[in-house]
């Protein structure tokens, strides 16, 4: 990995982790602004980083995805940091909506729409609920205040170059295309890319969910149940005699 | 290109991270720790296609599952809480805390203002939610 | 002599009193009680018996030719137990517990065993009825383990061992009402001060082992003799040991400077002085100075030095003695004067002196016992008081008592013909002898002055303690009660014993002193010794006796205000000596409290600097986990996640981060 890719990666955490400081809500005001601007920065620069990470021929798919990323970047950096939490919920739709993109990107159709439904379509729409039963001013004292913003953005920054750096270093400039594992069946590039026919992609799924991890699809429904028996029972109200 | 996709899981896991340390707010928090659990499933669908199969698909599925779960229980011990205390701030909870540490404040600086309610014609301006009292903490039982 | 089978069977003496001491501590509180004393009593006539025949056997052994005296040597010796016995070669080091027996060893023991069973018969009527009969008898017994163990030693740990325990029992006898703090205090002040002359005597035996290499009386003697005989001027690594060794007798019998501890160790039951004080434990360091003669005799300064220390502290005694009022403490100064007489004696650089301060040694075990056992006597009788200024006048009560004290007191004055006449005579006959030649000629003729006029003090002092209180019209305190008569059987029997000894032993060893010189002659050293008679003294020593007797009956025999004038008109050196020179005063003043000073100091030391130490790394742990572990314990659930978050970015940079950037 180049030196000015490194440099690119400490840039993208340094102005992103002081823009996502001044972005925090906090009394002083003004800050805003100045926030915006490294951010921006930021997402300018990461922006670049994942030009230089395209290989030949992935203009088309590189712009859409840029977008795509755009949007679940900032989309995060306004769920973290807004003051009301009606309005996280709904920027963390928007992230939802991003990655559900990037899914797309990926042949993962099935599972796009799964998390728009099951994310955006349920458990945010239950935060909203909690939040109108809990707080109904809007925005209250503690959500004004962030509790030490330093030492977390300043750990997570690190944590992120640490990220990016091995990430990049490991798969620079490799393409997202299909390669097959040696010793699995092979699965047939068409079987597995083909998005025309919805009904073997998902079929496909299926196959595999059933016939490969029946045992954790059993578990993963037991935990439903548990967790729907547990939820009324922790929540029930006792009865006033 | 491998590497871009790689680079978002990384980052909204990383802000999710940054969310979770930092806000007050439990439900923010708790938005914040599915942000991660969303970075996560983009990696692992990156490379379920860059492999070719399911694998990572499907264990995808399973966060999703287990996340709408966790989401379910975690909101019922919210709400729990709330009853408790009449107040979704988790600095509030630090019964654990060793007996003769003091009580940390994170009130101490003042908040950040917020605009004044548009002067509409409403019947009870309330206003900004104030501070709450220990012994309204303590006798609030319910919302 | 060896093979002998007395000799053979030799450990027999000393081990009687300590079966009888182990039975008697380990019986006496539950069973035996009031009958404590048979124990005690069995081993004591036992002991006796044995030794008697033991006097015989040796009095009739043939001396063996020695090479290097003159007339032969008279010993036997048996090893009990090999006890140490390491290295081999040049380096050897052995020192088995061996018994001897040679003629000054059983003369010692046939006055430790005699006198000693007569005390135990004493005793047992006068500490009838005390509450701890059975541990009087314990310690006794084991005082007499301790003594004969002394006497039958054979090599210089030995006796050193032995020398500490009779400073054991010393301590355990005189401090046995422990209730009364006097007691108590005196008995530690008894010990302390012996452990200062035992220190003197630690360091000669080691200066012994250094010169000499080897511990064995014999060894030591033969390769002094080869050694440092027949020098001019005396090589000063045998003047060191001699006068080292000196000093454990300075401190066991009461010479100046460490002769503080004797008086008050009165504290204790008066057959315990008696046979302790009197008779047996102080003469230890008579005994021993007789027993190292060979090397004595090697150093003419370091036997000045004896004669010289012990005629100081003759007269010292007796100056403080002339104004005492307690009984028991004229008699305690008596003996410190005693004491300083055989130490003239034996200081005296010829060996027919050391016979003569063994002689003293013997006839003052009797007539001093018999002194202190009258002493206690009368103080059963008045009830426990023993204040001259309160009693009197009871020759006409307790006849026995009164003229049995008489014949002891007329034998210490030195009343002619009387036993302590003869040894007495013997030492100042020596001492007239000293005077001739040698290079401190000069000193001895000083210390012969000296010491005839303590002999004229010691005549005074004594008769007018018999006279206060046996003379004049009848006074009784009132703590007397009803026991104001004779004493019983058991207590005057042993009077009458020891008045008739006091009497007669001199006449019978005087008449034949020759033949003491010549049984003592088969002792190490002592061959070849010549005995010394000069009429000029004896006449001398006689008259002043008489004059003393005579200037004590005028002033307290009858009644006179010549005592109170006298007091009056030298009212400071009267008050001097009444303050018994002010030494305990000089010693807690000098000595004590600078001593009481350090160990405060120390005291404190531990308290602030050792125990601050051990305080602070107890307290360090708790200090860190105060400031710097508990306040990470806050309850915050969110705390708690940032403080993971930290410590995986932290984890991951030592792990990823640090090898990328190449360190």
């Given at each position: ?241 | ?30 938005l914040s720790a599915e942000m991660m659990l969303q970075g996560v ?103 | ?531 010394v008679h000069s009429v000029p003294v004896m006449i001398t020593s ?122």
């Open positions: 990995m180049s030196g000015a890719m490194q440099a690119l990666i400490v840039a993208i955490a340094i102005s992103g982790g002081l823009g996502v400081f001044l972005l925090m809500p906090r009394a002083a005001t003004g800050t805003r602004p100045a926030g915006l601007a490294l951010a921006g920065l930021s997402l300018a620069l990461l922006v670049v980083a994942w030009c230089a990470n395209f290989g030949e021929g992935d203009l088309p798919a590189g712009l859409v995805f840029c977008l795509l990323a755009a949007l679940t970047v900032v989309a995060g950096v306004m769920t973290v940091t807004r003051r009301s939490p009606v309005s996280c919920a709904l920027w963390f739709a928007s992230v939802v909506i991003g990655t559900s993109g990037l899914f797309m990107l990926q042949n993962a159709q099935f599972l796009a729409a799964a998390t728009i439904i099951v994310y955006a379509g349920a458990i945010i729409v239950m935060f909203l609920f909690v939040v109108m039963l809990a707080q109904q001013s809007g925005v209250s004292f503690y959500d004004r205040t962030p509790r030490e913003p330093a030492l977390a953005i300043i750990s997570a920054g690190i944590l992120l170059v640490l990220l990016l750096s091995v990430i990049v270093s490991t798969h620079h400039g490799e393409s997202a295309s299909v390669r097959p594992i040696a010793g699995e069946p092979s699965v047939s590039k068409t079987a597995f890319m083909s998005s025309d026919a919805a009904g073997q992609h998902v079929a496909g799924l299926g196959r595999s969910l059933f016939a490969d991890h029946w045992l954790s699809l059993e578990i993963a429904g037991a935990v439903l149940l548990v967790a729907m028996v547990g939820a009324i029972a922790i929540a029930a109200r006792k009865e006033r005699a | 290109m491998l590497a871009n996709y790689l680079i978002v899981g990384a980052i909204l896991f990383v802000l999710g991270a940054v969310g979770f340390l930092t806000r007050r707010n439990m439900i923010v928090m708790f499933s983009l990696n692992l669908v990156a490379f379920s296609n860059v492999w070719s199969n399911w694998h990572g698909q499907i264990f995808t599925i399973y966060i999703l599952t287990i996340a709408a779960a966790e989401a379910a229980i975690a909101l019922a011990l919210v709400v729990k809480l709330y009853h408790r205390r009449g107040s979704l701030d988790v600095s509030l909870w630090q019964d654990l805390r060793e007996p003769d540490q003091p009580a940390i404040d994170d009130d101490a600086e003042p908040a950040a203002s917020v605009p004044a309610p548009p002067a509409w014609p409403t019947l009870t301006p309330a206003g900004v939610e104030p501070r709450h009292t220990d012994e309204e903490i303590e006798e609030a039982t319910h919302v | 002599m060896s093979d002998s089978m007395l000799v053979q069977n030799v450990w027999l003496i000393p081990a009687l009193p300590l079966a009888a001491a182990a039975i008697t501590a380990a019986l006496g509180p539950k069973v035996l009680r009031e009958r404590s004393h048979w124990p005690c009593v069995i081993a004591a006539v036992g002991a006796a018996l044995f030794s008697i025949l033991l006097l015989a056997v040796v009095a009739t052994a043939e001396p063996v030719a020695d090479a290097k005296s003159a007339g032969g040597e008279v010993s036997g010796t048996k090893v009990v137990y090999d006890w140490i016995s390491v290295g081999a070669g040049a380096g050897k080091f052995t020192a088995p517990i061996e018994f001897r027996v040679d003629p000054l060893t059983s003369l010692m023991l046939v006055m430790v065993t005699f006198v000693g069973s007569l005390i135990v018969v004493y005793s047992t009527g006068y500490m009838h009825g005390d509450r701890g009969y059975w541990r009087f008898f314990a310690a006794v017994s084991l005082f007499l383990f301790s003594m004969t163990g002394l006497v039958l030693a054979s090599n210089f740990l030995l006796i050193y061992v032995f020398w500490e325990l009779v400073g054991l029992c010393s301590y355990l006898l005189i401090g046995f009402w422990y209730e009364r703090p006097s007691a108590a205090a005196a008995s530690k002040k008894a010990f302390l001060v012996n452990r200062i002359g035992d220190f003197g005597f630690a360091l000669g035996v080691f200066m012994v082992w250094v010169v000499f290499g080897t511990l064995d009386f014999d060894a030591v003697f033969d390769k002094a003799t080869v050694r440092f005989g027949g020098m001019s001027v005396a090589a000063p690594e045998i003047t060191l040991i001699c006068l080292l060794l000196f000093c454990g007798a300075i401190g066991k019998s009461a010479q100046f400077p460490l002769h503080v501890w004797l008086p008050d160790a009165m504290e204790g039951p008066t057959p315990v002085s008696a046979l302790i004080h009197a008779a047996t434990m102080v003469t230890a360091g008579v005994y021993m100075v007789a027993r190292f003669t060979p090397l004595f005799l090697l150093s003419p300064l370091a036997t000045m030095t004896v004669s010289t220390i012990g005629c100081f502290t003759a007269l010292l005694a007796a100056l403080i003695a002339l104004t005492q009022t307690d009984l028991k403490r004229i008699l305690a100064y008596s003996t410190v004067s005693q004491l300083g007489f055989m130490f003239m004696g034996l200081g005296c650089g010829a060996r027919g002196a050391v016979v003569a301060g063994i002689f003293h040694v013997f006839t003052h075990a009797f007539f001093k016992a018999l002194l202190f056992l009258g002493a206690g006597s009368v103080m059963h009788a008045m009830g426990g008081v023993i204040d001259v200024r309160r009693i009197g006048g009871l020759r006409r009560r307790m006849p026995i008592t009164c003229w049995t004290f008489a014949c002891g007191a007329a034998a210490l004055a030195g009343f002619p013909f009387l036993s302590g006449f003869w040894s007495k005579d013997a030492i100042l006959a020596s001492l007239a002898h000293a005077t001739h030649e040698g290079t401190y000629a000069v000193v001895y003729r000083a210390i012969l002055s000296l010491a005839m006029l303590t002999a004229g003090l010691t005549a005074f002092y004594t008769f007018r303690a018999f006279f206060k209180v046996f003379w004049g019209e009848e006074r009784i305190p009132d703590e007397a009660g009803h026991h104001a008569h004779e004493s019983p059987a058991t207590m005057t029997y042993p009077l009458i014993v020891l008045a008739i000894f006091s009497l007669g032993i001199g006449a019978i060893l005087a008449l034949g002193f020759d033949g003491l010189t010549e049984f003592l002659g088969g002792a190490p050293g002592l061959a070849g010794a010549h005995e006689g008259a002043v006796a008489i004059v003393g007797i005579a200037v004590a009956w005028l002033m307290y025999g009858q009644p006179s205000t010549l005592p109170e004038s006298l007091a009056q008109k030298f009212r400071s050196a009267y008050e001097l000596s009444f303050d018994k020179f002010r030494f305990d005063e000089i010693y807690s003043r000098f000595i004590v409290k600078p001593l009481l000073a350090v160990a405060e100091a120390s005291r404190l030391a531990d308290i602030w600097i050792v125990d601050g130490l051990v305080r602070l790394v107890s307290a360090l742990p708790a200090f860190i986990g105060r400031i710097a572990l508990r306040p990470i314990q806050n309850g915050l659930v969110q705390f708690y996640a940032l403080t993971m978050v930290c410590c995986l970015v932290v984890l991951l940079v030592l792990l990823i981060g640090l090898p990328w950037l190449g360190m």
